[in-house]
């Protein structure tokens, strides 16, 4: 990669997994780290070592988000990239691999070459906001779960009745009747 086409020079690319992370570095190897406080410490240590300064990581889950708080803190430019972007970034470069260490080396390039919208992290208001929207979220897909068994065990042949009395019991207490 020639230096005109790197907007951000001392950017590193992070792919998160729930055990692992990965990160890429220009012309390094891809490293491997755990996803415990002491690894990102050792992770830490490894991107001063390389004169990093921001990095790029993928929003997986909510997997991305302790090691986003955690570099903010260790006053690293931080940019969570949506995972669509990385995907469709993934198919223009003809990258038909799909492994950790190949996703940290296209999430790398990826920062080395686009312009980087930096994360900052929410507000208490805002997390506790997303909170409540993925509890509700979740409360209403057990809802419609027992709601979808209810309606088959009604419509069985001979259905059992305390299997039916358990599932309206069951139905009541989710919806805090």
């Not at 996803?35 to 991107?47: K, P, R, W």
């Not at 921001?54 to 991305?64: D, Q, S």
């Not at 940290?104 to 990826?110: E, G, M, N, Q, Y």
Request: hydrophobic content about 35%; overall charge positive.
């Amino acid at each position: 990669m020639s230096s005109l086409s790197k907007i951000n020079p001392n950017c590193a690319g992070i792919d998160i997994g729930n055990e692992s992370i990965f990160i890429g570095i220009e012309e390094q190897e891809v490293a491997s780290f755990g996803t415990f406080t002491d690894d990102y410490l050792v992770a830490i240590a490894y991107l001063k070592e390389h004169k990093i300064t921001a990095v790029a990581m993928e929003a997986t889950g909510v997997y991305y988000e302790h090691l986003a708080h955690f570099l903010f803190q260790h006053k690293y430019q931080v940019a969570v990239i949506l995972p669509n972007k990385i995907r469709n970034y993934a198919k223009s470069l003809e990258s038909k691999s799909k492994t950790d260490p190949l996703d940290a080396a296209v999430i790398t390039r990826f920062g080395l070459e686009r312009l980087l919208t930096l994360w900052t992290p929410p507000s208490e208001t805002i997390k506790a906001l997303r909170d409540l929207c993925r509890e509700y979220h979740c409360l209403k897909a057990n809802c419609t779960q027992i709601k979808n068994q209810l309606h088959a065990l009604k419509s069985s042949f001979k259905p059992h009745r305390e299997s039916f009395k358990r599932k309206l019991y069951s139905s009541n207490s989710s919806n805090g009747r």
